[in-house]
């Protein structure tokens, strides 16, 4: 048995959910544009969308609610299992708390809430999901020394294909 099979059986998991993530950008988005569409000038103003607007029309561009840019630098990653899998864990409560905080915003508007229900859920699993990845990356390694080296670059496992 490989010695870091818990690392091999990541590479799937890791591709699922980033796959998950990205259909859960496209309901995000089109909330997004259900909301805006058809929008009067008098509407854009008074929700505070006027600086939006002149930008991008009512067009969806990613951006933080506090209008920073979407980029790469919302990607991290360390090449170390361990030190990425605690990244993922935080990313998925930071998820998590994002949701809860659009939930009080929405006011329970169906049309918003009940996707937004569905996302937050699926952030609660994925987050169970890379606690168990962590367990099984840490248990397949050196329980004494897996701070001791990063296991990703200085015993790297090549993940198989058609790994599961
Ligand atoms: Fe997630």
Not at 67 to 81: R, W
Request: include cysteine; charged fraction near 20%; aromatic fraction near 10%.
């Amino acid at each position: 048995m490989c010695p870091f099979y818990g690392i091999s059986q990541m590479c799937n998991f890791d591709t699922d959910i980033g796959t998950e993530e990205l259909a859960h950008l496209e309901m995000v988005s089109t909330i997004i544009h259900q909301l805006t569409k058809g929008l009067s000038m008098e509407e854009i103003e008074k929700s505070g969308l006027g600086p939006y607007y002149i930008d991008h029309t009512v067009g969806v561009w990613p951006q933080a609610a506090g209008g920073i840019p979407f980029n790469a630098c919302e990607f991290q990653v360390k090449g170390d299992p361990v030190t990425d899998l605690h990244e993922d864990l935080a990313a998925e409560q930071k998820a998590r708390s994002t949701y809860d905080n659009i939930l009080r915003v929405v006011n329970n508007t169906p049309e918003v809430a009940d996707p937004i229900r569905f996302l937050r859920a699926r952030e609660v699993v994925h987050f169970q999901r890379f606690g168990e990845a962590l367990r099984n990356v840490q248990e397949s390694l050196d329980a004494k020394n897996f701070y001791a080296f990063s296991p990703g670059f200085d015993a790297p496992v090549i993940c198989p294909p058609n790994a599961k």
